[in-house]
């Protein structure tokens, strides 16, 4: 079955940085485009960034422009999210999806498969 793993996420301090990784497997990673999302306590899951299938196009929430990096491996089936500048606001749990048809990105909706999901805390 298609499972979606996160990591990296932990508690850092404002101003600093977190890698996170999701690997996938189950599924022909290279045919899929890449999100992430995030849910803060009481707050609905929001779209942070998507990476289509070739890693050639990638599209960011206006408030991680300039601090966030999506990226993918398709060697390694695995989708990284890089984040710097860190404020207590990005407080959050983070989730990779993944989504065969890459037209509506920010829609949690379009995409088929999610992790569980892994928790990222900025200390202010």
């Known amino acids: 079955q298609v499972q979606l793993v996160e990591s990296g996420g932990g508690l850092v301090q404002a101003g600093g940085s977190l890698r996170l990784s999701c690997a996938a497997s189950?599924?022909?990673?290279?045919?899929?485009?890449m999100g992430w999302f995030r849910q803060a306590p009481g707050k609905e899951r929001e779209f942070v960034a998507h990476i289509k299938w070739s890693g050639g196009g990638t599209y960011y929430a206006d408030f991680v422009k300039g601090r966030f990096t999506i990226s993918r491996d398709n060697a390694k089936n695995t989708v990284y999210l890089q984040m710097n500048s860190l404020k207590p606001e990005d407080t959050a749990v983070y989730y990779c999806?993944?989504?065969?048809?890459?037209?509506?990105?920010?829609?949690?909706?379009?995409?088929?498969?999610w992790g569980q999901g892994t928790q990222v805390t900025v200390s202010s």
């Open positions: 999806a993944a989504q065969v048809d890459s037209s509506r990105a920010d829609y949690s909706g379009a995409y088929d498969y």
């Open positions: 189950g599924l022909t990673f290279r045919r899929y485009a």
